[in-house]
């Protein structure tokens, strides 16, 4: 079940530049969407999400574009700098309609490495 | 900053025993979540839980899980006879609203 894909697992990136990390997904009940970073041995953390009524959110360094049609969202990590050497998970969640749940359906992951 | 915590961070257990995995939410959140992941593999939902039952569950929970808020704070996931393949990470999550879901840092569940 792929209902959440990134298809690049790992990423690197110069200090200073711009990441681009990409996610696709395909069941178009989705109308909410997250980025989590997570370190080895911790749990995810939140870093930036936005709803299907938008097709961007900006947040400090951080932009994640929601392109509906291609089913396609991505982070913008600008400038990138080493300490943003993590694992990224991009995450999708139905949340219209009346279910109490805000159930998250994670992508693989792509781990990305700022050289300094 | 408000977290949410998670006990044991380790746990090891043999085949066939019982575990219970705690989580501590952040004290004014409502819905609850357990998550997974098996290493090399993706983070996956097993169940959430708001008012004082579960609102879905995935395949992955069967009879051997089972979730429950005893004293009102504490959120537990317990797997009543364990087997290899449930070694993993367990996540508990928590949320106010909607709007983003908060981890504690996991416990590593190892199964011999």
């Known amino acids: 079940d792929q209902q959440v894909k990134q298809n690049s697992p790992s990423l690197s990136v110069q200090e200073g530049r711009i990441s681009i990390l990409n996610c696709d997904y395909t069941n178009s009940m989705f109308d909410y969407f997250l980025w989590y970073k997570k370190y080895p041995a911790e749990g995810p953390t939140f870093l930036i999400s936005?709803?299907?009524?938008?097709d961007k959110n900006e947040d400090g360094r951080f932009t994640v574009f929601l392109n509906k049609s291609a089913k396609h969202l991505s982070l913008h990590i600008v400038p990138s700098q080493p300490g943003d050497s993590a694992v990224y998970f991009c995450?999708?969640?139905?949340?219209?309609?009346?279910?109490?749940?805000?159930?998250?359906?994670f992508g693989q992951g792509t781990t990305l490495q700022v050289k300094p | 900053e408000p977290e949410v915590t998670q006990t044991p961070s380790h746990q090891v257990t043999q085949m066939g025993q019982e575990v219970i995995l705690r989580c501590v939410p952040i004290s004014n959140h409502l819905y609850f979540y357990w998550y997974r992941q098996i290493l090399g593999q993706k983070v996956e939902f097993l169940v959430s839980?708001?008012?004082?039952?579960?609102?879905?569950k995935s395949e992955i929970f069967d009879d051997q899980f089972s979730v429950e808020r005893p004293d009102g704070s504490n959120f537990t996931l317990k797997i009543r006879s364990t087997k290899l393949e449930d070694s993993a990470m367990y996540f508990c999550a928590t949320e106010l609203t909607f709007t983003e879901a908060f981890f504690g840092q996991g416990t590593r569940l190892t199964v011999v």
């Open positions: 936005i709803s299907s009524i938008k």
């Open positions: 839980f708001y008012n004082n039952e579960i609102s879905e």
């Open positions: 995450a999708a969640s139905a949340r219209g309609g009346s279910s109490n749940t805000g159930k998250l359906i």
